[in-house]
Structure formats: structure tokens, C-alpha cells
């Protein structure tokens, strides 16, 4: 490896001033601020809302040219979509910022704008169509969140002393993590109080708003203003005008800045994976593993918080060996979740209670009653063939002995995912699997590898699927910060700080526009082969990146971003 990006003797954010350590404590606070947003917002309470709404006057959803709109297609384009103009205007802006010196104007005008939309959250219901009304002002928040997040980025190198890069960033994702998650479990006591009312949702994706607002407030009065050379007041069509040609220019000279090219691509490839890797988490592991919604929330809980000291470990790990090896460490650490994801399997069914569908005999009425029965999506189509062709028998509360032998006799139908047990009475201890169950696991080779640690580890040591999906999240949280902070800190490290703003621009750009890569690699191979061959690309893209990142020589990139701060605007 050319270079470790590890610098002698650096210092320690006590031997700053007070002015100093205030102004960087007042920018680690808006991570505190706005992860609320991609945690309560995005992650965990919004999605599950939207869908409710939507199924609600919809149903099924919309069917244009044979594609089915479903909540959850329409909700993914949606992010997509505001993904995808962050992207396409963030290097504008960068470059317009860093030319009028307003980083931090352009910052809190995003800011307002998400914290706003937040805000308006609150309102759905008293609108003519909620569905459309929360997934409107959703994708504004979603904007501004991405928006702001762009300058906020641009500003860490003005605020922090080049070998406190590392430790400032990796506090601001920390200070992040324990925002966030603190404030997701207030909303989720909140909401089990109130028994998950539409009012209680409301008013914990509104507070999202106040609460981002309230704590960005402190990042935006204390956090200065970067000064440039010279600040040219012109008409903000010219701006863009001038922006554009900037642009091009930027584009063509990019070639100067090699490094800081290298590790952009390696960043791209690696950071798409693993941003991949978190936003099919869930889906992954409700059909995969089968695991229950509460297992969901809290793992995101867990991710959280173990992401605090996670993100302090790895700033004191790129203390002592260097950023570049610190982060190479992070992103194989993601290498080897993604692999050991691929291997997770639920365990197999050996007694009553592990079975989807529980049938227990009622002697007074010599019938059998439903205890326990999974929830079927009004989406998924092979959900929707086995709920019509049982609709008799769903639709029950009991069934007789007849009905119930028939019902068995489903389980072998093409397709079919589900588990019914039997107990006491007439059919007691009477089983039935479908050849799709997730526990059986001989659909390709890749099913050797869950085959072999379920044999070897989760059976022998009784770790169930929900388990698994748990020590996932622990394992996530432990890298998740390292990967990013370090990430932003290197790129921070080789750019110009003259032109922060543009920079973090491109960086913005770069990662968003690609950032569809990975979810439609995804989504293609888990469609046409299995979830489990998705993951495992996912993990090839993430070790691709990984080797990209050795060929990086951050010396030699921080060299030219100084060589080029001092010849073009004389900064030092």
C-alpha cells in the first residue's frame, strides 16, 4: 500500500481553543440533528406508514404497461427520484457556494426546507389524499436532508486542523448514531403507549422536524461562514451560467487531482454496496430469514448505538496505524458481514411453535382454531395466489377436520413458502412444508454455504434466525461508522480547500448518481436466481472497491490539493 495517510504526532482536540472546540462540537451537532430524519423518517417509522396509506386507497396498487406500482415500488422511486436531482445539482451549487461564499447559507436554506417538510408530515390525514400528501412532503424532507448534508460535508475541512480530520468526522457520525437512536426510542416507547395510532405516527414524524430544526440551530449560529479570496455579488443566472462552464472545466482537470480520483472511484464502488447492503436489510431478512417486525426495529436500535463507539474506535485506530489501513479495515469488515449475511438461514422446524400456520384442536367443537398465522402482502403476487386459493379457509376462524386435511394438502402447491402444524386431536403431529420454505436450502450452490454454517453453527448452538439478524446488526454498527468517517475525512484530506464546496459536490454527485448500481444488481439477480446471489455480489463489489482503495497514495494527494490551494488562491 503506496500510503497510510498517517501523520506524526498529531494533536488532540484539547490542545485547541475554546473558540475552536466550540465551533467543531456546534458542526458535530447537526449530525446529532439531522440522522433523526434517516433513522425515525426513512428507516424505521415513514416506510411502514406510507405502505398503510397507500394499500389503503389503492390496495394492490396501480398496473401501467403490465408494471405493477405497488407502495413499496412507488416509495423506492421516490427516493430514487430525490437521489437522483441531489446528484445532478449538488456539484452546481458546491461551485456556486465556493465562488459567493455562502456554504452555510445554501446549508440552512436545505435545512429549512427538510426540517419544514418534516414539519408538514403532521398533516396528512387531514388531506384529500394522505398517500400522496406524506410521500410529497417526504421527498421535499428527503431533499433537504440530502441537500444540506452536501455543505455540511463541505465545511469539515475549514473547521478542523488537517490531522483532526479524522477524529472530527468520526465524532460528527457519532454524535449521529446517539442522536438518532435516541430519539427512535422515544418514538418507539411513544407508539407503544399509544398502540401505533395514525395520531401517535404523526406526531413522532413531525417532532422529527422540530427536533432537526431545534439542534441544527446550533450548528448554524455558531459554525462560521468560510472566508474566500474574493466574493463577486452577480445575478444568480449568471451564477449557474458560470457554475456550468465550471463544471466542465472541473471535469476536465480532474485528471490533476489523481489520487483523490482513485480513491473517488474506490469510494463509489464500495460505499453503493454497502449502502445497498442497508437499505435491503429489512427486505432481505423478511423473506430470507423470516424474521418478526420487532426484530427489525430493534436491530436498527442496536445498529445505532453500537455504531457510537464503533465510529470513536475507528478514529483511534487511524491514530495509530493511518486512515487509509483504518478504513481498508472498516470496509472489509463489511466484506465479511455481506459474506456471512449470505449464510444466515432460519433454522429447521422441530417443534409446534416453529411452524407458520398453528392449528390447535378445539374438543367442544371437534374443530381445529388458528393460534398463530403469518400476514400476507396484498402485494406479492405468489402471496396473493395463496391467500385466493385458500380464501376459505383464511377466511375462518375454525376449520373442520375435512377442511383442515384439505388445507394440508395445499402445502404442496408450486410456489408455495409456507408451514402448518398440527396439534392434538385427530391430526396431531401432523406437518406440512412447501418446497419453497426458506428452511429448505438446495436451490443453488450457493445454498451450500448456509447449509454449512447451519450445520456447523446455528443449529448446534440453537441461534435462530432472529438471532442472526440481530448479530448482524451488532457487526453493522461496529463498521458502519469507520467506513464512513474515514471515508469523508480522506476525501476532505486530498481536496483543495479553496474549492471545498465544489469538491463535496462531485463527491455528493459521484456516489448518488451511481448509487442505483447497486439496488437494481440487486434486485435483478435476487429476481432471476436468489436473494442470497444478490447479497453475494454485493459483497464482490464491496472487496472490488477494496482493492482499489490499495492503489490510493494520500501523501502524494494531499500534496497537489496544497500545491494547488497555494498557486490558484494563495491559501495555505
Given at each position: 500500500?503506496?500510503?497510510?495517510?498517517?501523520?506524526?504526532?498529531?494533536?488532540?482536540?484539547?490542545?485547541?481553543?475554546?473558540?475552536?472546540?466550540?465551533?467543531?462540537?456546534?458542526?458535530?451537532?447537526?449530525?446529532?440533528?439531522?440522522?433523526?430524519?434517516?433513522?425515525?423518517?426513512?428507516?424505521?417509522?415513514?416506510?411502514?406508514?406510507?405502505?398503510?396509506?397507500?394499500?389503503?386507497?389503492?390496495?394492490?396498487?396501480?398496473?401501467?404497461?403490465?408494471?405493477?406500482?405497488?407502495?413499496?415500488?412507488?416509495?423506492?422511486?421516490?427516493?430514487?427520484?430525490?437521489?437522483?436531482?441531489?446528484?445532478?445539482?449538488?456539484?452546481?451549487f458546491g461551485i456556486i457556494a465556493d465562488r459567493a461564499g455562502i456554504k452555510k447559507k445554501l446549508m440552512t436554506i436545505f435545512c429549512i426546507t427538510g426540517c419544514l417538510s418534516t414539519l408538514m408530515l403532521f398533516f396528512s390525514a387531514y388531506s384529500s389524499s394522505p398517500w400522496l400528501f406524506s410521500l410529497a412532503f417526504y421527498f421535499l424532507?428527503?431533499?433537504?436532508?440530502?441537500?444540506?448534508?452536501?455543505?455540511?460535508?463541505?465545511?469539515?475541512?475549514?473547521?478542523?486542523?488537517?490531522?483532526?480530520?479524522?477524529?472530527?468526522?468520526?465524532?460528527?457520525?457519532?454524535?449521529?448514531?446517539?442522536?438518532?437512536?435516541?430519539?427512535?426510542?422515544?418514538?418507539?416507547?411513544?407508539?407503544?403507549?399509544?398502540?401505533?395510532?395514525?395520531?401517535?405516527?404523526?406526531?413522532?414524524?413531525?417532532?422529527?422536524?422540530?427536533?432537526?430544526?431545534?439542534?441544527?440551530?446550533?450548528?448554524?449560529?455558531?459554525?462560521?461562514?468560510?472566508?474566500?479570496?474574493?466574493?463577486?455579488?452577480?445575478?444568480?443566472?449568471?451564477?449557474?451560467?458560470?457554475?456550468?462552464?465550471?463544471?466542465?472545466?472541473?471535469?476536465?482537470?480532474?485528471?490533476?487531482?489523481?489520487?483523490?480520483?482513485?480513491?473517488?472511484?474506490?469510494?463509489?464502488?464500495?460505499?453503493?454496496?454497502?449502502?445497498?447492503?442497508?437499505?435491503?436489510?429489512?427486505?432481505?431478512?423478511?423473506?430470507?430469514?423470516?424474521?418478526?417486525?420487532?426484530?427489525?426495529?430493534?436491530?436498527?436500535?442496536?445498529?445505532?448505538?453500537?455504531?457510537?463507539?464503533?465510529?470513536?474506535?475507528?478514529?483511534?485506530?487511524?491514530?495509530?496505524?493511518?486512515?487509509?489501513?483504518?478504513?481498508?479495515?472498516?470496509?472489509?469488515?463489511?466484506?465479511?458481514?455481506?459474506?456471512?449475511?449470505?449464510?444466515?438461514?432460519?433454522?429447521?422446524?422441530?417443534?409446534?411453535?416453529?411452524?407458520?400456520?398453528?392449528?390447535?384442536?378445539?374438543?367442544?367443537?371437534?374443530?381445529?382454531?388458528?393460534?398463530?398465522?403469518?400476514?400476507?402482502?396484498?402485494?406479492?403476487?405468489?402471496?396473493?395466489?395463496?391467500?385466493?386459493?385458500?380464501?376459505?379457509?383464511?377466511?375462518?376462524?375454525?376449520?373442520?377436520?375435512?377442511?383442515?386435511?384439505?388445507?394440508?394438502?395445499?402445502?404442496?402447491?408450486?410456489?408455495?413458502?409456507?408451514?402448518?402444524?398440527?396439534?392434538?386431536?385427530?391430526?396431531?403431529?401432523?406437518?406440512?412444508?412447501?418446497?419453497?420454505?426458506?428452511?429448505?436450502?438446495?436451490?443453488?450452490?450457493?445454498?451450500?454455504?448456509?447449509?454449512?454454517?447451519r450445520f456447523i453453527l446455528w443449529s448446534p448452538l440453537n441461534i435462530s434466525q432472529d438471532v442472526q439478524f440481530l448479530l448482524m446488526g451488532v457487526l453493522v454498527g461496529l463498521v458502519m461508522g469507520g467506513a464512513q468517517a474515514l471515508g469523508r475525512s480522506l476525501f476532505a484530506y486530498m481536496s483543495p480547500k479553496s474549492r471545498s464546496g465544489?469538491?463535496?459536490?462531485?463527491?455528493?454527485?459521484?456516489?448518488?448518481?451511481?448509487?442505483?448500481?447497486?439496488?437494481?444488481?440487486?434486485?435483478?439477480?435476487?429476481?432471476?436466481?436468489?436473494?442470497?446471489?444478490?447479497?453475494?455480489?454485493?459483497?464482490?463489489?464491496?472487496?472490488?472497491?477494496?482493492?482499489?482503495?490499495?492503489?490510493?497514495?494520500?501523501?502524494?494527494?494531499?500534496?497537489?490539493?496544497?500545491?494547488?490551494?497555494?498557486?490558484?488562491?494563495?491559501?495555505?
Amino acid at each position: 500500500m503506496a500510503s497510510v495517510f498517517k501523520r506524526k504526532n498529531p494533536s488532540a482536540l484539547s490542545a485547541l481553543s475554546a473558540i475552536e472546540k466550540k465551533i467543531i462540537r456546534a458542526w458535530c451537532m447537526y449530525d446529532w440533528a439531522n440522522s433523526a430524519f434517516f433513522t425515525s423518517v426513512v428507516s424505521a417509522i415513514m416506510p411502514l406508514y406510507f405502505v398503510g396509506l397507500y394499500k389503503e386507497e389503492l390496495g394492490s396498487g396501480v398496473v401501467i404497461f403490465n408494471f405493477q406500482f405497488s407502495a413499496t415500488v412507488v416509495w423506492a422511486l421516490t427516493g430514487a427520484l430525490g437521489t437522483f436531482l441531489v446528484a445532478l445539482s449538488s456539484p452546481i451549487f458546491g461551485i456556486i457556494a465556493d465562488r459567493a461564499g455562502i456554504k452555510k447559507k445554501l446549508m440552512t436554506i436545505f435545512c429549512i426546507t427538510g426540517c419544514l417538510s418534516t414539519l408538514m408530515l403532521f398533516f396528512s390525514a387531514y388531506s384529500s389524499s394522505p398517500w400522496l400528501f406524506s410521500l410529497a412532503f417526504y421527498f421535499l424532507g428527503a431533499i433537504g436532508a440530502a441537500g444540506s448534508n452536501v455543505f455540511y460535508n463541505s465545511l469539515l475541512p475549514h473547521i478542523a486542523p488537517e490531522d483532526l480530520l479524522d477524529d472530527v468526522s468520526s465524532r460528527g457520525y457519532a454524535y449521529g448514531y446517539l442522536g438518532g437512536g435516541l430519539l427512535l426510542f422515544a418514538h418507539l416507547v411513544f407508539l407503544i403507549f399509544f398502540e401505533y395510532s395514525d395520531l401517535a405516527i404523526r406526531s413522532c414524524l413531525a417532532s422529527v422536524g422540530v427536533w432537526w430544526f431545534g439542534w441544527a440551530l446550533w450548528t448554524l449560529i455558531v459554525v462560521p461562514e468560510p472566508k474566500v479570496a474574493k466574493v463577486k455579488k452577480i445575478g444568480v443566472k449568471r451564477s449557474i451560467i458560470r457554475a456550468f462552464n465550471q463544471l466542465k472545466s472541473t471535469a476536465r482537470e480532474f485528471k490533476q487531482f489523481k489520487q483523490l480520483l482513485i480513491f473517488l472511484i474506490a469510494f463509489v464502488i464500495f460505499n453503493d454496496a454497502i449502502a445497498t447492503c442497508l437499505g435491503i436489510a429489512g427486505a432481505f431478512g423478511l423473506d430470507v430469514l423470516r424474521i418478526s417486525q420487532e426484530t427489525t426495529i430493534l436491530t436498527i436500535l442496536i445498529v445505532q448505538f453500537v455504531a457510537f463507539p464503533g465510529s470513536i474506535f475507528f478514529s483511534n485506530l487511524a491514530k495509530k496505524i493511518g486512515t487509509l489501513k483504518a478504513l481498508s479495515i472498516a470496509v472489509i469488515g463489511w466484506g465479511i458481514i455481506s459474506i456471512l449475511a449470505v449464510g444466515f438461514a432460519p433454522l429447521s422446524l422441530n417443534k409446534h411453535t416453529d411452524y407458520d400456520y398453528q392449528l390447535s384442536y378445539v374438543s367442544d367443537l371437534n374443530m381445529y382454531s388458528f393460534d398463530v398465522d403469518p400476514t400476507l402482502s396484498e402485494t406479492n403476487k405468489v402471496e396473493i395466489r395463496w391467500a385466493e386459493i385458500n380464501s376459505d379457509y383464511l377466511s375462518s376462524a375454525t376449520l373442520s377436520i375435512s377442511d383442515s386435511n384439505n388445507f394440508a394438502d395445499n402445502f404442496s402447491e408450486p410456489n408455495c413458502k409456507y408451514s402448518i402444524s398440527f396439534d392434538n386431536g385427530p391430526l396431531n403431529e401432523l406437518t406440512k412444508i412447501c418446497d419453497s420454505h426458506p428452511t429448505f436450502l438446495n436451490e443453488n450452490f450457493v445454498d451450500n454455504w448456509p447449509k454449512f454454517l447451519r450445520f456447523i453453527l446455528w443449529s448446534p448452538l440453537n441461534i435462530s434466525q432472529d438471532v442472526q439478524f440481530l448479530l448482524m446488526g451488532v457487526l453493522v454498527g461496529l463498521v458502519m461508522g469507520g467506513a464512513q468517517a474515514l471515508g469523508r475525512s480522506l476525501f476532505a484530506y486530498m481536496s483543495p480547500k479553496s474549492r471545498s464546496g465544489e469538491f463535496f459536490g462531485f463527491f455528493s454527485f459521484s456516489w448518488r448518481s451511481v448509487s442505483v448500481i447497486g439496488p437494481v444488481s440487486y434486485a435483478l439477480l435476487a429476481g432471476f436466481t436468489t436473494p442470497r446471489i444478490g447479497i453475494l455480489f454485493l459483497a464482490f463489489q464491496i472487496f472490488l472497491g477494496l482493492f482499489i482503495l490499495k492503489f490510493v497514495n494520500v501523501d502524494e494527494g494531499r500534496k497537489v490539493a496544497i500545491e494547488h490551494d497555494k498557486a490558484i488562491y494563495k491559501i495555505k
